[in-house]
């Protein structure tokens, strides 16, 4: 059984900047899939960015670009949400996911076949 471990969140104030990690096996982070999504109370899950290892392509939802970036350290099978100019709409609980294959548009939780437990991050204004 996967399991995906991130790490990074916490309570930043507006205009702040976190960094999220995840841990993802080896044959994942080399040609897989990998992302990042989010959900606030009463709200559903939205994904936020993906990496697709095969072509180094990246994926940002239209709410985060020019914001946040993705991106994979391939040595230490570690994929990254650097995330910058915070605001208090970004605030939610924060996942990661992954797939050895890409299994259809990126931005559909269903594509993902492992998932992390989550990280909070909490953005004040």
């Known amino acids: 059984q996967v399991q995906l471990v991130e790490s990074g969140g916490g309570s930043v104030q507006a205009g702040g900047s976190l960094r999220l990690s995840c841990d993802v096996p080896?044959?994942?982070?080399?040609?897989?899939?990998m992302g990042w999504f989010r959900q606030a109370p009463g709200q559903e899950r939205e994904a936020v960015a993906a990496?697709?290892?095969?072509?180094?392509?990246?994926y940002y939802a239209d709410s985060v670009k020019g914001r946040f970036t993705i991106s994979r350290d391939n040595a230490k099978d570690t994929v990254f949400l650097q995330m910058n100019s915070l605001k208090p709409e970004d605030s939610a609980m924060y996942y990661c996911?992954?797939?050895?294959?890409?299994?259809?548009?990126?931005?559909?939780?269903?594509?993902?076949?492992?998932w992390g437990q989550g990280t909070q991050v909490i953005v004040s204004s």
């Open positions: 996911a992954a797939s050895p294959r890409w299994g259809g548009p990126w931005y559909l939780p269903g594509q993902y076949q492992y």
């Open positions: 080896g044959y994942i982070a080399s040609s897989g899939i």
């Open positions: 990496f697709y290892a095969t072509y180094g392509s990246t």
